[in-house]
């Protein structure tokens, strides 16, 4: 049921390697070009080391791993594909539809297929007004019952950062920062909410990684990258642009799955693309961090 491109299947098979990339990102996170533009420089990165870049996603019903450029191409492009996370996997499926994983689908795939290392932009979390809609991603469920290492700068900026973070220690979910001490606010390396796990080395990541599963747990961990300080946006200036795009969405009664896009098609507006500019620069640090860490990984694996 499951397709995986033959060169993956064999750098699996070898242990050499490998990098597994979302598809909801390009498909409901980042505007044509930018999303293709953005998938094709993360996977060259990511060889450009010596890994594998594994982009995976629904294609036409069958969950792909390892998608081609012509593939990435129709993500980028393509109307009407839907989102698919761990709910709506097997509908997806079925129904024989095109589907963009979020990190949660795309995690459970990925660890089928027998990949460690994932890289995003930033997980799902928990919602600034989760007291009124209980909007939590699957994101998190499944980081907590999924062993691997997860590259991300925080959670998505639009999210409540601090309740994210309570949720993933609730969850069993190591959060670790690499080289800060701060859990990272997605366009701003800095978010208030303190670190007490903070890694100098991607070594060390592995190994305390090594020790949470042999010890039994299941969660994944998560490895924090603060955006690269030159392409930063201060974070109250992504309060500001972020309180008037919640009362758009607010008003024009955009919710669930379609949120995400919304506010961050109206932040791009309000900070004159900026925030795209950061997006993609914490995309591409982010799949460097992943791409090295897979070696590591790969290296010490026996
Ligand atoms: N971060 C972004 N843009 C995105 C996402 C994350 O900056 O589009 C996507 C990821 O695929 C993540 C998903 O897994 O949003 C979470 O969506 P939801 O909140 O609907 O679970
Ligand atoms: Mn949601």
Redo the contacts with the bound molecule.
Sequence with gaps: MMHIAPHIVRAIASGRPVVAL????IS???PPPFNLEVALQAEDLIRQSGAQAATIGIVAGRPTIGLTTDELNLFANREGIL?T?ISNLAWTITRQAWG?????A?MKLAYRAGIRVLV??????V?RDVEKTL?I???LSTLAETPMLVVCSGT??I?DVRKTFEYLETMGVPVIGYQTDQFPA?FSRTSGVKLDMIAGTLEEVVQVSRTHWAAGHQSAVIVAVPIPAEAEIPQTEVEAALSHALAEADQAHVM??N???FL?STIEKLTAGRSLKA?VALLLHNAQVAADLSHIWARTTS
């Excluded at 979302?22 to 990102?25: G, I, K, R």
């Excluded at 963009?100 to 949660?104: H, K, M």
């Excluded at 995003?120 to 979390?125: D, F, H, K, P, Q």
């Design positions: 979302e598809t909801a990102l409901h996170g980042l989102k996370n963009a994983t979020t990190v949660s795309t995003t932009g930033g997980i799902g979390g919602h909007d991603s699957s994101d998505k900026a999210l997605f669930g799955k949120l995400t896009p961050l997006n």
